[in-house]
């Protein structure tokens, strides 16, 4: 049997469109590859939009701000020394980009104006910091992209 260019068109087409069904099911059955939003409940999250970026803004605008950087104990948030540590109240979010399992909240409790997360929290890679907290009745929002080495 002799095979000519439209066959052989017609072939490469077949063979490719199984290729890509056989990793589209791969993907769709195995639990391994977990393909869930970022986020719960999404759409409810979307219209707080506009408060959100108030306190961005807010956080932006302060003249001293409190920062987030990973040390080898673990992640260090550090307010400035102007702030009063008693008056600082909110929760910092950690959040795993590639794995929601190791998602986890945290409130803050200030020690010399300082928090650290202990380093046996945290795996290696990528996490997305996000500081929700008030301080004198004002609301403000802080967010990080740390590596966790």
């Known amino acids: 049997m002799k095979i000519n260019w439209g066959t052989g068109i017609v072939i490469a087409f077949g063979l490719f469109m199984t290729f890509i069904l056989y990793f589209v099911f791969e993907v769709q059955s195995n639990s391994k590859y977990d393909n869930d939003l970022v986020v719960e409940e999404y759409y409810k999250h979307d219209t707080h ?3 959100e970026m108030a306190r961005i803004q807010n956080a932006h605008d302060l003249q001293h701000k409190p920062s987030i950087k990973y040390t080898g104990n673990g992640v260090a948030v550090v307010f400035p020394v102007g702030f009063e540590s008693d008056k600082v109240k909110g929760n910092i979010q950690l959040y795993r980009p590639s794995n929601k399992k190791f998602d986890f909240n945290t409130q803050i409790v ?4 300082e928090l ?3 380093q046996k929290k945290l795996i290696k ?15 403000y929002l802080t967010k990080e992209v740390i590596y966790v080495n």
């Open 49 to 51: 939009f506009q408060e």
């Open 125 to 139: 890679g990528r996490w997305d910091v996000n500081m929700e907290w008030q301080y004198e009745g004002k609301k």
């Open 110 to 113: 200030l020690t010399n104006s």
């Open 116 to 118: 650290i997360i202990p």
